[in-house]
């Protein structure tokens, strides 16, 4: 098999993984509305498991690129996936590593999408949790105001008072 077809192969798993990552990213965001938190601990743990295989894929695509490069007699420290198109020499080659570089863009920008939604919703249920034990426990007397701390906590333990602290 030629060194081109080894990376055109690591690429097309690196694409499967991400389109993967893609899969339980969305399976994660539906987690999240539900508020399931015990499936969200088993999914974060799947896709720690994806992300550490994309790791190793990425690992043996740049083996793979840099002894394609080797045979082409090049020695460049960084190459992009646009370098790698305007070294073949075949059509068909720069064909194919376009298409899977379209390919492995969009999934990637989607996976991106879908993280920040995700990050969004994380957010609003910490936000959620804090205003709801804010309700609980009640706001502390004196919160805002400097004085002395040895005071200040012997009066907030005193005074301060919860939802479940009011008198009828």
Known sequence: MSTFQLLMNVMSDLYRAHTEMVEIAKYKKQILIEGNIEELSRIMNVESQWVKHVGK???ERAFTVKQL???KGLSLQEVTMNDLVKM???PQEKEQLQQIRLKLTEVIQEIQELHNLNSLLIQQSLDYISHSIEMVMGE???FYTYGNPISAKQQTVGSRRGFFDQKA
């Open 69 to 71: 490069l080797k045979e």
């Open 140 to 142: 502390p007397k004196n």
């Open 88 to 90: 073949m020499t075949s």
């Open 57 to 59: 894929l990425e690992e």
